[in-house]
């Protein structure tokens, strides 16, 4: 009876040994795993300005970001109190990068040709705007500040 309650202890040992087996996992194998399945096209938490903040849903998040941008812009393109000779009906695109630091920059322009004959300071105006724009907190993916790029169309109605 010993015997065989030894005997199937053993083998317990043995089948239990090979379970548990472990190997060294090197930080490059860990981040090569991680890297596979990342998404760098998506952020956990958009950019946002301070009323943005609490805000944890992510399309509610970028809304608020983009609306609290634009009306930024609207506000300051209408206090340049334009004057043009045609009337305007077009929608120029502004690529707006926001640093990992939270600070804004025009990565670039699409402006139709007829915007810039009618309004050649255009790009001044935008820039000047994009200088002033209150303080921003970056976006973060897995709690690190991340740098992003948005395509903020603005619509230009003049008559």
């Known amino acids: 009876m010993k015997?065989?309650?030894?005997?199937?202890?053993?083998?317990?040992?043995?089948?239990s040994c090979e379970e548990f087996k472990t190997r060294k996992i090197?930080?490059?194998?860990?981040?090569?795993?991680?890297?596979?399945?990342?998404?760098?096209?998506?952020?956990d938490q958009y950019p946002a300005f301070s009323e943005c903040r609490s805000i944890t849903?992510?399309?509610?998040?970028?809304?608020?970001?983009?609306?609290?941008?634009?009306?930024?812009?609207y506000s300051r393109l209408e206090a340049k109190q334009p004057v043009?000779?045609?009337?305007?009906?077009?929608?120029?695109y502004l690529?707006?990068?926001?640093?990992?630091?939270?600070?804004?920059?025009?990565?670039?322009?699409e402006i139709d040709s007829l915007v810039i004959r009618q309004l050649p300071e255009i790009r001044t105006?935008?820039?000047?705007?994009?200088?002033s724009l209150p303080k921003i907190y970056p976006a973060t993916k897995r709690?690190?500040?991340?740098?992003?790029?948005?395509?903020?169309p603005i619509v230009i109605k003049a008559e």
């Open 3 to 15: 015997k065989t309650l030894f005997l199937i202890f053993l083998c317990l040992i043995f089948v």
């Open 57 to 73: 849903e992510v399309e509610a998040a970028k809304s608020c970001f983009g609306n609290k941008v634009a009306q930024y812009f």
């Open 26 to 43: 090197s930080s490059e194998e860990i981040l090569v795993e991680e890297t596979r399945d990342f998404n760098w096209h998506e952020v």
């Open 125 to 131: 105006w935008l820039s000047q705007s994009v200088d």
């Open 143 to 152: 709690g690190i500040p991340v740098k992003t790029t948005f395509r903020m």
């Open 95 to 109: 690529y707006l990068k926001i640093s990992e630091k939270g600070k804004p920059a025009i990565d670039s322009m």
């Open 84 to 92: 043009v000779t045609e009337a305007l009906d077009d929608t120029l």
